[in-house]
């Protein structure tokens, strides 16, 4: 075997379908468009469309619409992604939120709906997935999306701390429970990537930009492609030893220190 079908054999992905919360834009945009360009059938559930379509990947990325706290819709998207292709061999949790505001004042309701969507829809949208990602032909693989903030205290997000150090909780605790039955689970903690997410933010505060800037090893922000990477390999035949764990992807931020 020469060396492209070798690598191809481990990376080529084409046959495998699966779901990827919050691919309208963003992180889970640029990595629906790595697997898609990889072969693979990707499923963006969020409630708009992508708001660029992948051209010329091999694999292609459909819109399956609705909110990741609406288990009703969710279930009738697993029910649609199966008798369309037959099959469900990953779920992808990326979908989420924050909200800035003092500890002591942030919104009891704004609270509530970030940690239904950061880390309760995760849990119930993989119990959801579990029946079809055990038959998996390729092994069934849950990637949540974590942050270093389940790392490091971050001030004015709250919520979104707890929720995100509340994935690792779940990955590692699925991952335990689940090691049996042909699901493998892990998470990647992306360091700071340009999106809608924190767009706002930087553009109020320049010099917490700056701040963030300074923080990676690597000195620059990261692409959403470049998670889309890191997920490639974790749904890959070459992590099948690889369950329970999170992957920092962020420049070295984490190692360097706030
Ligand atoms: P983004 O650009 O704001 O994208 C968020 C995505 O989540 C959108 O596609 C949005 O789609 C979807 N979404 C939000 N609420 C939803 C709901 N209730 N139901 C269904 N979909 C929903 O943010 P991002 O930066 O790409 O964030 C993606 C993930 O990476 C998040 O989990 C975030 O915490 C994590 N992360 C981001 C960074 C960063 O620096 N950007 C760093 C660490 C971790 P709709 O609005 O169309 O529903």
Not at 120 to 128: G, V
Not at 166 to 171: N, V
Request: charged residues 25%.
């Amino acid at each position: 075997m020469n060396a492209a079908s070798y690598v191809s054999s481990l990376f080529d992905l084409t046959g495998h379908t699966g779901i990827i919360t919050g691919a309208s834009r963003g992180i889970g945009a640029g990595t629906a468009e790595v697997l898609a360009r990889a072969g693979v059938h990707v499923y963006n559930y969020s409630r708009s469309k992508m708001e660029e379509s992948v051209e010329g990947a091999e694999g292609k990325v459909l819109d399956l619409p609705g909110d990741v706290c609406d288990t009703d819709a969710f279930q009738k998207a697993l029910e649609e992604v199966i008798s369309r292709e037959g099959q469900l061999d990953f779920l992808i949790n990326n979908a989420g939120i924050s909200g800035k505001y003092p500890a002591e004042e942030f919104p009891e309701e704004r609270l509530d709906r970030i940690l239904e969507t950061d880390l309760k829809a995760p849990f119930l949208l993989s119990r959801m997935a579990y029946p079809y990602l055990k038959k998996s032909a390729y092994t069934g693989r849950i990637i949540n999306i974590a942050s270093m903030a389940a790392y490091m205290g971050f001030s004015g997000v709250m919520p979104y701390n707890m929720a995100k150090s509340g994935i690792l909780g779940l990955t590692r605790g699925l991952a335990e429970e689940w090691k049996e039955d042909n699901v493998l689970v892990n998470a990647v903690s992306p360091g700071w990537i340009q999106t809608r997410l924190n767009e706002g933010f930087f553009r109020e505060n320049p010099d917490r930009k700056a701040a963030a800037l300074s923080k990676p090893m690597l000195k620059r922000f990261g692409e959403s492609r470049e998670i889309g990477y890191m997920i490639l390999f974790l749904l890959s035949g070459a992590s099948l030893y690889i369950t329970g764990q999170d992957f920092a992807v962020d420049g070295g931020a984490r190692s360097h220190g706030f």
